[in-house]
């Protein structure tokens, strides 16, 4: 599945960067999440209650910065696991500054599911991975205000 999207903001693309580069500052916006350990500045394991449905559970979390080109460009590898399936979620970031102020950030994200979530329809996984995006992208905006 492929997700992808953009938002303006009215921080600098270097303000914006500095936010969601920062694994600790970011994860603060990742619904559901219950710890969180950084390992370096680029990684951090996690557990987050996730699922379809009434399939509920905790998952296990790898975040990895993948790319860093300040103020530009920032990737993501996200591996997880949890509730006898497994997510691989391949995230990228790009940042513009607006003439008018503020920034863009465009993302994209391809995303693998494997096992007993996958086994579910795929449009209801698409509509709950929507609804956590969208929850993300409304808790960055108020962080970045």
């Known amino acids: 599945m492929k997700f992808e999207g953009s938002y303006q903001f009215p921080k600098s693309s270097s303000e914006v960067y500095s936010y969601i580069s920062d694994l600790r500052r970011v994860s603060e916006c990742i619904p ?3 710890s969180l350990e950084i390992k370096s500045e680029d990684e951090a394991l996690a557990t987050a209650r996730a699922g379809i449905g009434f399939i509920r ?3 296990n979390l790898r975040f990895n910065v993948t790319q860093r080109s300040p103020h ?3 990737g993501y590898a996200v591996h ?3 509730l006898g399936s497994g997510v691989d979620i391949s995230i990228t ?3 513009e500054d ?3 102020g503020g920034s863009t950030l465009s993302w994209v994200a391809d995303t693998k599911v494997v096992g007993r979530v996958a086994s579910m329809a795929q449009g209801m996984m698409s509509s709950q991975a929507e609804k956590i995006i969208k929850q993300f992208f409304e808790c960055l905006s108020q ?3």
């Open 57 to 59: 559970g905790d998952f």
């Open 32 to 34: 559901d999440l219950k």
């Open 80 to 82: 997880g696991s949890g």
């Open 98 to 100: 607006l003439s008018t």
């Open 72 to 74: 530009t460009n920032l």
């Open 93 to 95: 970031v790009q940042l």
């Open 143 to 145: 962080r970045l205000r």
